[in-house]
């Protein structure tokens, strides 16, 4: 029985997939290859990231002080000076309330640990338990010699000048931003052609600051809903400084999941270690917990919609590897980097990976009723 003949190859699409298997393996060997030249550089590219992220959120503002009759260069200074006040107001509300509380932390750890104790007193049958079975295994307590590292005043004051650098020219790179934008605009709308190329890129910056900017003004307002409400509750539970408080919870709820875990555990630190038993040390905890329950679930998803519906796998993958180039500064940075791919993938289409494997094409070509 004669075999089946094999359909006819065709030149142009083996060449396009050869290409797509460049262009990804290329893809891949960037992102692997990215975290050590961005965290080797990151004097330099922290900066330009948080200033083109910046500047973004900022320009919409700019553009409504520029139609009230301002000039560019005003409305653009006026934009980063709004921006400048909000971020100093949240540090001082922050900063020298946490610090005067961390001068009481010795006695907040040492309260935890004499509760610790009693736990473990009432417990002490497994201690005993524990002690013998190391006993048997031959285990022998050695002395451990800890060494004392820098205070955290020491690493503060060695980490100031490089901090205030990189604000500096975060500053000056958003402004610059910020005020050419006006110019870029009309650059890219100038070939007005159907179809241009120039047009395209106008479109996808366009969609780009409005998806960016709309998502953190909407965060903003949620999380600022949020912090007042955190705010009121320290003032009627009694903890001090309930404005540091509710500018904490504020500022970790721009970091999806890990920040409102990291205030839980926070709150029951300081809850432990002020409150005079467990129950009262855990329910400010509980109550946070309860409210980020309701806001995550019900309030956020209501307000933002399915625009702004990332895949949760992706976001806590963009906060972890943002994390590990760039620390704090990188997470807080993740969610926006991540909304400005979503953007472009919306425009460029979403690469096939599965199908790619089985001889779909990379980027499959766009339908009758897709976005253009």
Known sequence: MPEPALPPTDPAAQQLRLLSAIALM?????????????SIGAVVFLPLTAALILS??????ADRLARLGLPNLIASLMALALAGVVFL????TILQPALDTFDRLPAMAQNVAQKVSQLRGNLGWLNDLNRQLLRLAGHNQAREVVLAGPSVIEQLAFATPAVVLEMLLTALMSFFMIESRIRMRDHLLHDRSPGSAGLKAARVIREVQDLVASYMATVGLINLGIGIIVGMAAWALGLEAPVMWGGLAAMLNFLPYVGPLAMVVVLALFGLGTAPNVFQGLLPATLYLGLHAVEANLVTPAVLGRRFT????????AISYFYWI???????LAM????????????????????????????PEPGPNAAG
Do not use: Q
């Not at 290329?26 to 961005?38: C, D, E, K, Q």
């Not at 990332?310 to 993958?317: E, F, H, R, S």
């Not at 980097?337 to 990379?362: Q, R, S």
């Open 26 to 38: 290329l893809g891949i060997g960037l992102f692997l290859a990215l975290p050590f030249v961005l």
């Open 56 to 61: 973004i959120v900022l320009a919409p503002l």
């Open 89 to 92: 107001a949240l540090l001082s």
């Open 310 to 317: 990332l895949n949760p796998v992706l976001i806590l993958v």
């Open 326 to 332: 760039w620390g704090v500064v990188g997470a807080l």
């Open 336 to 363: 926006p980097i991540l909304l400005i791919f979503t953007a472009l993938f919306h425009h460029v289409g979403k690469p096939n990976l599965i199908g790619f494997i089985f001889g779909e094409p990379l980027f």
